[in-house]
T-cell receptor, first 115, second 112 residues
Framework: DVKVTQSSRYLVKRTGEKVFLECVQDMDHENMFWYRQDPGLGLRLIYFSYDVKMKEKGDIPEGYSVSREKKERFSLILESASTNQTSMYLC??????????????FGPGTRLTVT | QKEVEQNSGPLSVPEGAIASLNCTYSDRGSQSFFWYRQYSGKSPELIMSIYSNGDKEDGRFTAQLNKASQYVSLLIRDSQPSDSATYLCAVKKRPNDYKLSFGAGTTVTVRA
């Protein structure tokens, strides 16, 4: 069964703290993604990785960095958390496949609150 | 102009009725279209994908695509309370794209 897990469901951090969000997939997928989801704005792509050690900026990378040292693990890092980074963070993965098919499998999400 | 736009909602329908959700996209060359369902507090799950003009049916769900009008819709027939969720439209623009562009979602409530 397909599985994407995230390290925490809920997280509360203080402004200025360094925050690590971890995502692990057990499907041997090449592609992994980090999104944030805010009411009225939908899912916005922060970063994605198309293979180990490869990464590309998404639509809103400012204030974030990522790390992918192993195929199954993709980490999102908030170098200095700010209150405007309070959000739901969703990780997803996908196998590189045919040109048209494109199922992304999502993790359960991490609700981050920065106070 | 947003890349993907959906009805703002919320959409409230009685049990047994048809729920109709609409989505428009800005890039005329977009190739693939997807509908995700997201229950409150849960992560999105894929329910339909469509690549060619016309209708695609899967159980009570029908996706409709009109590339000339840059429009994709989702119909939910015989709506059930369990269909109450937020529905996200997603678009993949090019065959080699890694990423999807998502709409903001439409929240559907099915009244028993």
């Amino acid at each position: 069964d397909v599985k994407v897990t995230q390290s925490s469901r809920y997280l509360v951090k203080r402004t200025g703290e360094k925050v690590f969000l971890e995502c692990v997939q057990d499907m041997d997928h090449e592609n992994m993604f980090w999104y944030r989801q805010d009411p009225g704005l939908g899912l916005r792509l922060i970063y994605f990785s198309y293979d180990v050690k490869m990464k590309e900026k998404g639509d809103i990378p400012e204030g974030y960095s990522v790390s992918r040292e192993k195929k199954e693990r993709f980490s999102l890092i908030l170098e200095s958390a700010s209150t405007n980074q309070t959000s739901m963070y969703l990780c997803a993965s996908r196998q590189t496949g045919t040109a048209l098919s494109y199922e992304q499998y999502f993790g359960p999400g991490t609700r981050l609150t920065v106070t | 102009q947003k890349e993907v736009e959906q009805n703002s909602g919320p959409l409230s329908v009685p049990e047994g009725a048809i729920a109709s959700l609409n989505c428009t996209y800005s890039d005329r060359g977009s190739q693939s279209f997807f509908w995700y369902r997201q229950y409150s507090g849960k992560s999105p799950e894929l329910i339909m994908s469509i690549y060619s003009n016309g209708d695609k049916e899967d159980g009570r769900f029908t996706a409709q695509l009109n590339k000339a009008s840059q429009y994709v819709s989702l119909l939910i027939r015989d709506s059930q309370p369990s269909d109450s969720a937020t529905y996200l439209c997603a678009v993949k623009k090019r065959p080699n794209d890694y990423k999807l562009s998502f709409g903001a979602g439409t929240t559907v409530t099915v009244r028993a």
